[in-house]
């Protein structure tokens, strides 16, 4: 009873203030006190029958019996009632679950329409570079020389070497084993060189052109790069609709970054052989005229030993050829060195991990299919079954 008169008071209420009736007013037409109205719309105090017949004689548009039929409401004064939510939810919980599945079993089925791909990944840390150990003195002693050499410490970036055009043009120019034992390239794998059926000329040779184009560039977004700064790992990865490709490209790769850094280190060690064999010649040439000239300045002057100025001009000459010597002895030593480097094929990669064929394919995840298109049965469902309420 208690729950009723409060339901019936805040009736009256809303309908007080939804017509802009006055308290007093109001309960003058009810022939009762203004404290009376208050307490009624408060629920403090049971509203008699003779009452209730007096407000309906002068409010007939006031339906009595609504406030035993009103259900609770979702948002009750601004604020979101949970409960209701919780209680419509657990009503409707069937239909929820039976929503839910057909989201889950059209994401599955969607799953198929994708097409698969596989990653594969090889693991590799750079050699220390000591390529420039070799040359150490002879750059010592040039640069107290003035003589600017080149530097052999080369740092090359392997992630931009890896996503370079050069090896991409390489891959997709090569041809790979797929599983049922067919050799084929990248531009024959993604079907770009099938002419579509608009095309009605005959631009083989451009349309080539073109498409080997587009496969250089779609080469790049199936290759990922990632080194770690503070252990030097490198990790790339290379994600292809063949398992065997995948694992090949990804070799493949760490190969052509190998080559690709050995011929610019062999190139840079032809550069230095080059300056060290013109700086010999150079040197020679100025040992050969510093040796004449202490040759001629003993001949002209066979007592120099007895007179102080002779003596020094003769050792300021003795000082400059075996300073020439030493020299030249260097550079000599130097120049052999600069040809073994020139030959030499050091490693640069050290290679952890070879990239081998995966087994399970990376994409697409059905699991994750499944569990997205799962909640999203579920949230559209329950909004559903609150809208209806």
């Given at each position: 009873?208690?729950?009723k008169?409060?339901?019936l008071?805040?009736?009256i209420?809303?309908?007080?203030?939804?017509?802009?009736?006055?308290?007093?007013?109001m309960?003058?037409?009810?022939?009762?006190?203004?404290?009376?109205?208050?307490?009624y719309?408060?629920?403090?105090?049971?509203?008699?029958?003779?009452v209730?017949?007096?407000?309906?004689?002068?409010?007939?548009?006031?339906?009595?019996?609504?406030?035993?039929?009103?259900?609770?409401?979702?948002?009750?004064?601004g604020?979101?009632?949970?409960?209701?939510?919780?209680?419509v939810?657990?009503s409707?919980?069937?239909q929820?679950?039976?929503?839910?599945?057909?989201?889950?079993?059209i994401?599955?089925?969607?799953s198929?329409?994708?097409?698969?791909?596989?990653?594969?990944e090889?693991?590799?840390y750079?050699?220390?570079?000591?390529?420039?150990?070799g040359l150490?003195?002879?750059?010592?002693?040039a640069?107290n020389?003035?003589?600017?050499?080149?530097?052999?410490?080369?740092n090359f970036?392997i992630p931009?070497?890896?996503?370079?055009?050069?090896?991409?043009?390489?891959?997709?120019?090569?041809?790979?084993?797929?599983?049922?034992?067919?050799?084929?390239?990248?531009?024959?794998?993604?079907?770009?060189?099938?002419a579509?059926?608009?095309?009605f000329?005959?631009?083989?040779?451009q349309?080539?052109?073109?498409?080997?184009?587009?496969?250089?560039?779609?080469?790049?977004?199936?290759?990922?790069v990632?080194?770690?700064?503070?252990t030097?790992?490198?990790?790339?990865s290379?994600?292809?609709?063949?398992p065997?490709i995948a694992?090949a490209?990804?070799?493949?790769?760490?190969?052509?970054?190998?080559?690709?850094i050995?011929?610019?280190n062999?190139?840079?060690?032809?550069?230095e052989k080059?300056f060290i064999?013109?700086?010999?010649?150079i040197?020679?040439?100025e040992?050969?005229?510093?040796?004449l000239?202490?040759?001629?300045?003993?001949?002209?002057?066979?007592?120099?030993e007895?007179?102080?100025?002779?003596?020094?001009i003769?050792?300021?000459?003795f000082?400059?050829?075996?300073?020439?010597k030493?020299?030249?002895?260097?550079?000599?030593?130097?120049?052999?060195?600069?040809?073994i480097?020139?030959?030499?094929?050091?490693?640069?990669?050290?290679?952890?991990?070879?990239?081998?064929p995966?087994i399970?394919?990376?994409?697409?995840?059905?699991?994750?299919?499944?569990?997205?298109?799962?909640?999203?049965?579920?949230?559209?469902?329950s909004?559903?079954?609150?809208?209806?309420?």
């Amino acid at each position: 009873m208690e729950t009723k008169r409060l339901v019936l008071g805040q009736k009256i209420k809303r309908y007080r203030l939804i017509n802009d009736i006055r308290q007093e007013d109001m309960a003058e037409k009810m022939n009762i006190s203004r404290a009376t109205l208050i307490n009624y719309e408060k629920g403090h105090t049971t509203i008699n029958l003779d009452v209730l017949n007096r407000f309906k004689k002068h409010y007939p548009d006031f339906d009595l019996e609504e406030n035993t039929n009103t259900k609770p409401k979702i948002i009750v004064d601004g604020s979101i009632d949970f409960k209701v939510i919780a209680n419509v939810l657990s009503s409707k919980k069937t239909q929820i679950i039976v929503t839910a599945f057909i989201f889950t079993f059209i994401g599955i089925s969607s799953s198929f329409l994708f097409k698969k791909y596989y990653e594969a990944e090889i693991t590799l840390y750079p050699a220390k570079d000591a390529t420039s150990q070799g040359l150490g003195q002879f750059q010592s002693l040039a640069s107290n020389l003035g003589i600017n050499t080149a530097n052999k410490d080369q740092n090359f970036n392997i992630p931009d070497v890896v996503k370079s055009r050069l090896i991409a043009t390489k891959a997709v120019n090569q041809k790979w084993k797929i599983e049922n034992g067919e050799f084929v390239n990248l531009v024959k794998l993604w079907k770009m060189d099938r002419a579509p059926w608009y095309n009605f000329s005959n631009t083989k040779n451009q349309d080539s052109i073109i498409y080997i184009e587009k496969a250089i560039k779609k080469f790049s977004t199936h290759i990922d790069v990632f080194e770690d700064k503070f252990t030097g790992l490198i990790k790339i990865s290379s994600t292809f609709q063949d398992p065997l490709i995948a694992a090949a490209v990804a070799n493949f790769i760490s190969i052509q970054v190998e080559k690709y850094i050995q011929k610019e280190n062999s190139a840079q060690s032809t550069r230095e052989k080059i300056f060290i064999s013109d700086r010999l010649s150079i040197v020679k040439i100025e040992l050969e005229e510093s040796e004449l000239s202490l040759k001629d300045f003993k001949e002209r002057n066979r007592g120099y030993e007895d007179s102080p100025e002779l003596f020094m001009i003769y050792s300021q000459l003795f000082r400059e050829v075996e300073a020439k010597k030493e020299v030249y002895l260097t550079l000599q030593q130097q120049l052999e060195l600069a040809r073994i480097e020139e030959v030499k094929q050091s490693p640069i990669l050290h290679i952890l991990d070879h990239a081998a064929p995966p087994i399970q394919k990376k994409s697409p995840n059905r699991k994750m299919f499944a569990l997205v298109f799962g909640i999203m049965g579920i949230l559209f469902s329950s909004l559903r079954e609150i809208f209806r309420y």
